[in-house]
């Protein structure tokens, strides 16, 4: 490649850095504006699509899959209580959330967005011990989940600070809580196990899905806060808050 071409490529990409931010937003938001919600669903919308196969300028990682070191979960109390960990828990499909509903206090920074991903798969490595069902079910194999109509709610407050003549926000609280309409999960691939056992298991977890949803859900929870803590960080350090919302 010539000097030339070269001297060409760095300017077009200056350029389009420069101009990229309002771009990916689809324009930018006014506090006046009635309606200011609507807008914002839809810029954040489109932040999101550009996000979803990463954005190495905000140092965002591609999307999928999202990935969860350990869980476990305990039912029942007593040494033979039932006890089980997941482990290199892998879930993809979270690309495919989409906001729905935005509400927003611009007064005092905080935003609640609902969003709503049609689908959801998980695959982890799990260990358990103890009895369930009158079988002792020590052992470990493969976790797979399936999950249909999954619905976040996510909700942040941050406080905006000055940088380089650029207002900025920081974040300061998230919180978020999820629910899924239809899981289909099981175990496979037991080791020291046998085919009674793992129909038991299978029965036993398809039965008891939203519930062995719920004992998991405060670790989910704060495992997926903190995740999204440090995306929703990296894009409020690199983009102004006066880039997406004007008086
Ligand atoms: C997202 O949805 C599309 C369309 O339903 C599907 O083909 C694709 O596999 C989904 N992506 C992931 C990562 O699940």
């Given amino acids: 490649m010539g000097k030339l071409q070269t001297y060409f490529l760095i300017f077009a990409a200056v350029i389009a850095s420069s101009t990229s931010n309002t771009n990916m937003f689809g324009g930018r938001c006014s506090q006046r504006d009635p309606n200011v919600d609507a807008c914002l669903l839809r810029s954040f919308n489109n932040l999101l699509e550009y996000l979803k196969g990463g ?31 997941f482990k290199d828990i892998q879930a993809t499909g979270a690309s495919n959330m989409t906001i729905t509903n935005v509400r927003s206090d611009l007064e005092s920074h905080q935003f609640q967005l609902t969003m709503f991903g049609p689908h959801i798969s998980a695959r982890a490595r799990y260990r358990s011990s103890g009895v369930l069902l009158l079988v002792r079910a020590s052992g470990g194999g493969d976790y797979w989940g399936e999950y249909d109509g999954v619905k976040a709610k996510v909700y942040f407050r941050g406080v905006p600070y000055d940088r380089d003549g650029r207002t900025y926000l920081k974040l300061q609280q998230l919180k978020l809580d999820f629910s899924v309409r239809d899981i289909q999960m099981g175990v496979e691939n037991l080791h020291n196990s046998n085919a009674v056992l793992q129909a038991a298991l299978n029965l036993f977890i398809n039965s008891n899905a939203q519930e062995l949803l ?12 903190s995740k999204m803590s440090r995306f929703l960080e990296r894009i409020l350090q690199h983009i102004p808050y006066d880039e997406w919302i004007v008086d």
């Fill in 55 to 85: 954005a190495p300028e905000f140092d965002i990682e591609e999307s999928e899959p999202i990935v969860i070191d350990e869980l476990s979960i305990a039912l029942g109390g007593g040494p033979d209580g039932y006890r089980a960990t």
């Fill in 214 to 225: 719920k004992e998991m859900k405060p670790q989910l929870k704060q495992d997926l806060a």
